[in-house]
């Protein structure tokens, strides 16, 4: 009988090995990158290469996502959907004209907007004063107005939208993008999450979670605004030493490696390597990414940034809301500048009270204004500056939310779920400008044509398409299913496309 193989075999002396050894017994690169980048020596390591490398299923018109969710239910009919029956017909009982449930008691009458609406751009698309700043650049988004979901609960309808399902356990969009296409950057995180500053949106962290695809295709959670951006990036304790910090990584990384080798074919203790590796990266490249100081007086005043405050009133304002938006915008861009691929970026957080987040149920203009203003002016700039510096040809905005909001009333001035149609918009690499695919009726309630709606798995193909992928050949086998993002269904929305 022979004892089982040990890297680390009880009563045998461990044998020294070089470095370059070392590199090479533990997978070319997974131990001793971190140690070496922490030394700021060679570069052993190439960005992470992703299963489509080299070998995508078409040309691509783009190369990285910035997504922009708004967590709680944005109304689309106070943003950019108008709805001029709703103001016909303000304050008269809402007659939907068949059986309506809501989620909470939102049948009230019908309510217009207590925002104005404009046109704006060449084609005169009416935008409301809350979002009034992206007004300038709405030549160059595509709305669809059609867009539906199914169900009206905050967590199930996050889930849809982020990963494709109602339910946890599935990878979210930007984790597929990464396992398709890789790195650019061996430093930083193909995937990046900024969230909302007051915490997550409904499920947290299981939206952009790797579930069955290897976990280094997971999103990396920073926070800007907070001292400790990332958390546990770096060492606290007073007596932990670059020297001695650099030695724990070294010994963490050989012990790991000495695991390995013993148990081939297990990719969870090669992700944890490459984790460690990954932050030993960011401690060097992250705090240069994430700081905007030398950024120029007109770039910050292009997201809003020229007028931050050190203390904001306890009541939600749009001035406290810019600074926060417009600053994850901003170090968006500085982050698809060095490689990162997708950045998906957060308004709302969960469940708050007073509210922080677009869930109005009891007052539109108390929330949405603030969100509004900061979302647009923030959006705006990074627009604006992704199209001056040419990165606009190839990098795709997408605006989303988990489902829309009732046209009639709840209580006197809020409104209630509603997941039957809502808004998203995209801009950028290879979309068509101008244009809309899709409209909601003349309520906004559900779709105006019931038999074709939108929905989101058109959108994840019509993303995927444009970075060269045919939605479904991106495949992962899972406990006997083919999966993909955009599960069963699906289709490029051909009018979308440049």
Known sequence: MTPDKSAFAHNQPATPVSRRDFLWQSGGGLGGVALASLLGQEKLLAGTKGVLHGKLHHPPKAKRIIQLFMGGAASHMDTFDFKPALIKYHGQPSNFGEHVETFQNGLGPWMKSPFTFKPYGQNGKQISEVVAPLGEVVDDMAFVHN??????VHSQATYLQATGFQRPGFPGMGAWISYALGSENENLPTFVVLPDHRGYASNGPKNWASAFLPTHTQGTTIFPQRKNPIPDLHPTAKFVTAKSHTEGINLINQLNAGYAESRPGDSRLEARIQSYELAAHLQLSAIEALNIAKEPEHVLKLYGLDRTQNK????????????YFGRKCLIAR?????????????????????????????DIRRDHAPLGLGMARGTAGLIKDLKQRGLLDDTIIHWTTEFGRMPSSQGSKGRDHNPHVFTNWLCGG???GGVTAGESDQWGYKPLDRKHPTEVYDIHATMLHLLGIKHKRLTVRHNGVDRRLTDVHGHVLEKLLA
């Open 334 to 362: 500085r982050l698809i500048e060095r490689g990162v691929r997708f950045v998906q970026i957060w308004s709302g957080n969960d469940n708050s009270f007073p509210r922080r987040n677009w869930d109005s149920h009891e």
């Open 430 to 432: 290879g979309i068509r």
């Open 147 to 152: 867009l539906t979901g199914k169900t009206a």
């Open 312 to 323: 904001y009133p306890s009541e939600i304002n749009p001035a406290e809301e810019t600074e």
